[in-house]
Nanobody, 125 residues
Framework: VQLQASGGGLVQAGGSLRLSCAAS????????RAWFRQAPGKEREFVAA????????YYRDSVKGRFTISRDNAKNTFYLQMDSLTSEDTATYYC???????????????????WGQGTQVTVSS
């Protein structure tokens, strides 16, 4: 599967952005779909995920209540709505997908075989 991330940009603190990740090559409706981010000099970190087809969602603590991951299976696309952005959210954001993941692994980048190219999010304070 090929993933194409889009929607990044420059936004002021307190603003919002919506990232999209469009999949092609096969349907990902049963995959675990996730967003990760990586700031310069830091490791790639988990942001949010939708687990398999059931739709349960998971977030890192620092984005709970501000970010929302969602999906549109008809479009083979998933999203990350980011509200109340802060400078700490500045990073390159990557989408990822994987089949038959187990729940205990969804926060690990190594669990995902398919990745998008990344989209830059810069929050100015």
């Amino acid at each position: 599967v090929q993933l194409q991330a889009s929607g990044g940009g420059l936004v002021q603190a307190g603003g919002s952005l919506r990232l999209s990740c469009a999949a092609s090559g096969r349907t990902i409706s049963s995959d675990t779909r996730a967003w990760f981010r990586q700031a310069p000099g830091k490791e790639r970190e988990f942001v949010a995920a939708i687990f398999r087809s059931g739709g349960n969602t998971y977030y890192r603590d620092s984005v709970k209540g501000r970010f929302t991951i969602s999906r549109d299976n008809a479009k083979n696309t998933f999203y990350l709505q980011m509200d109340s952005l802060t400078s700490e959210d500045t990073a390159t954001y990557y989408c990822a997908a994987g089949q038959r993941l187990i729940l205990s692994t969804i926060r690990s980048p190594q669990a995902y075989p398919s990745w998008g190219q990344g989209t830059q999010v810069t929050v100015s304070s």
